[in-house]
């Protein structure tokens, strides 16, 4: 069955640490990918999403997404964050016309 | 413009009662789909409208869930002999016209325990 696997399930950093939250999945052929993002109290939101060309997406809020074939992966990152980065993130993929399965989230709590 | 709504916020009901959960897409989304989200995992698919019909109802657990959409905007979604297990938070997202590409737009959801 094809998956989608956030390895970490929770992530604490301090405020200007750098993030990477991985996002592996299952997979074969062309893929459609997106992260979204839950902040406190608010509704699940697009953070990037990337169908084709280069494999470094950007985001909002200064966020980055690579896609890289080979290792079946869509990691996040961010150079350095801050406490209102404090959020569940979900990693989602799909193939073609079918609905993206997400992932079960990480949750990232950042410490001012 | 307003977002996704969805009514109501919280539900609570006994077990082997009937509820419905009701949402509003963004207007002019062709696009509507349902997701259950269960404590510490992520949304997970149940059905998706495209306009009035249902594009794909392969996530709807069992016979017991059931939705519609009958004019292609406002779509229920309806569980019949609820059990302690459907306790989740049920979200609804539209898109514009639907498809594996499209960016979501996700509802507050609604939070439903069964006792």
């Known amino acids: 069955a094809q998956s989608v696997s956030q390895h970490n399930h929770h992530v604490i950093l301090s405020e200007a640490a750098s993030l990477e939250l991985g996002c592996n999945y299952s997979?074969?052929?062309?893929?459609?990918l997106f992260w979204y993002v839950q902040y406190p109290g608010q509704h699940l939101q697009l953070l990037l999403k990337y169908f084709s060309g280069d494999p470094l997406v950007k985001g909002i809020k200064g966020f980055e997404a690579e896609f890289i074939k080979s290792k079946f992966s869509f990691n996040l990152r961010k150079p350095s964050v801050q406490w209102s980065d404090t959020a569940e993130y979900f990693c989602a993929v799909g193939k073609g016309s079918y609905i993206p399965t997400f992932g079960r989230g990480t949750s990232l709590i950042v410490h001012p | 413009g307003a977002g996704v709504s969805q009514t109501p916020s919280n539900k609570v009901t006994e077990k082997g009662k009937y509820v419905e959960l009701r949402c509003d897409p963004i207007s002019g989304h062709t696009a509507l789909y349902w997701y259950r989200q269960s404590l510490g995992q992520g949304p997970e698919f149940l059905i998706y409208?495209?306009?009035?019909?249902?594009?794909?109802d392969s996530g709807l657990p069992n016979d017991r869930f059931f939705a519609v959409r009958p004019e292609g905007s406002v779509s229920t979604l309806k569980i019949q002999r609820t059990e302690r297990g459907d306790s989740a938070v049920y979200l609804c997202a539209s898109s514009l016209t639907g498809g594996g590409q499209e960016t979501q737009y996700f509802g507050p959801g609604t939070r439903l325990l069964v006792l």
């Open positions: 409208f495209q306009g009035t019909g249902a594009a794909d």
């Open positions: 997979y074969g052929g062309t893929v459609n």
